[in-house]
């Protein structure tokens, strides 16, 4: 009788002391958020790389003008960026390969000097999540590699292993044309196929990445190629930089077909904070307005004008002679003054848009299958989450949506590195 008359008053007091924790002032809820970030591993999936940012005079222990480096990511609270061995697509051949070969050892050798050389007590590579929690408990930061396009391979098999050896704990087998391994979501723009998903090579490389405990990464192969791999992995796979195609209708992103298969599948898609992969709408008003002021400030210089795409269009020789003369920064700096000033020029994505996708994922798949990416220095970043300094701002985002601290836990990090150890502990198991 006695228990029975306490348990009433035990779970009153439970009560009374759960709402005295929760957070009742805009003050409260930010000291909440930021006590949360400090005690939970953030980690970012994709993080490109320039190499030139990898020298003994310029590299990460500066505060360079690129979206990720340390500084950065100490005043943001950014502990796991994943730096990535990212080579373009070029022709399917012996030539094509070797340059790609190399250009990737060079990605991967200047990883290796900023841990070993330029910052070893600031940075240390993991290729376990054993190694991410003990680095990350010793307070430096974390990096891990992963391969966007798995075209350096070649003909190869066995750089699988050695890009492995390297560090390498995810591939993707295509980047935006179709590779020697597999069809990318580039091809749904024409239905021009190469391989109707994946080709024979493609499929042993798969294989050889489940023996040696790789991850395979689907955001950028087709739709197909993405079916295929889930049909023949004995493992699950993430999406490392990918969102909700039912919110953004773009072909880097997932439809919930997509999604139910992986998440059968026991995977992770890392929602990406890439703007036209997470609102159209808002992306090309702003991107169609901003070029206009731009075009217009050049037209004033007697120069021309020439955004992204355009610019990687140019021959090299072209680009280089464009960026020491500086004129395009200069373009580019003068376009923000003016549109800071005005008042009605459209809005801009912003973490918000980001967080509603992580809530269309989750009510889709569940917590247990999504994560948190950036795709800094590769065309990624917000208003709210433009560098990794800000990266504090999803985590109170989160808060605000009404996300635990479990399982803000499991979307930076936990998800994926679940994910990496079941792919260690398949490749064990195959040995």
Request: hydrophobic share 35%; with cysteine; glycine share 6%.
């Amino acid at each position: 009788m006695k228990l029975k008359a306490t348990l009433p008053f035990l779970v009153l007091t439970i009560l009374i002391s759960s709402c005295k924790s929760e957070p009742k002032t805009e003050e409260e809820l930010i000291a909440y958020a930021k006590d949360i970030h400090d005690r939970v591993i953030t980690l970012d999936t994709h993080c490109d790389i320039n190499v030139a940012n990898f020298t003994d005079s310029i590299n990460y222990t500066q505060r360079l003008d690129n979206q990720v480096n340390l500084p950065k990511m100490l005043e943001g609270g950014l502990d796991v960026p994943w730096f990535i061995v990212y080579t373009g697509q070029d022709s399917l051949s012996r030539e094509g390969f070797e340059k790609a070969h190399t250009n990737a050892m060079s990605k991967f050798n200047a990883i290796h000097r900023l841990v070993r050389d330029y910052a070893p007590n600031q940075i240390e590579l993991a290729r376990t999540s054993d190694d991410v929690r003990r680095i990350n408990a010793s307070g430096k930061k974390v990096a891990m590699i992963g391969i966007e396009n798995g075209y350096p391979v070649g003909l190869d098999i066995e750089n699988v292993q050695k890009f492995y050896d390297l560090g390498a704990r995810y591939m993707s087998l295509s980047h935006n044309g179709h590779s020697q391994l597999c069809d990318s979501n580039t091809g749904e723009a024409d239905n021009n196929w190469l391989h109707n998903g994946l080709s024979d090579f493609g499929k042993m490389v798969l294989k050889e990445m489940n023996k040696v405990g790789m991850m395979i990464d689907v955001s950028h192969p087709s739709k197909e190629a993405m079916r295929q791999m889930i049909e023949l992995t004995e493992a699950p796979i993430i999406a490392s930089h990918s969102s909700a195609r039912a919110l953004c209708d773009h072909s880097r992103n997932l439809d919930d077909e997509q999604l139910q298969w992986l998440k059968d599948n026991g995977g992770v898609v890392q929602t990406v904070a890439f703007r036209s992969y997470l609102s159209t709408e808002k992306s090309e008003a702003r991107n169609k307005k901003s070029t206009e002021i731009k075009t217009q400030i050049a037209d004033s210089l007697g120069v021309t004008y020439y955004g992204r795409r355009e610019f990687r269009a140019l021959d090299k020789t072209l680009q280089d002679s464009i960026r020491e003369s500086g004129y395009l920064s200069k373009i580019n700096d003068l376009a923000k003054a003016k549109i800071d000033a005005m008042a009605d020029f459209p809005p801009e994505v912003n973490v918000s848009d980001f967080v509603d996708h992580i809530d269309y994922l989750v009510g889709k798949m569940g917590i247990d299958h999504v994560g948190i990416s950036s795709d800094f220095d590769g065309g990624g970043g917000i208003e709210g989450w433009n560098d990794a300094s800000e990266t504090f701002n999803v985590t109170l985002e989160l808060v605000r949506r009404g996300y635990s601290e479990e399982q803000i836990e499991q979307l930076w990090s936990g998800n994926l590195l679940r994910v990496l150890d079941e792919c260690q502990a398949v490749a064990e198991s195959l040995k």
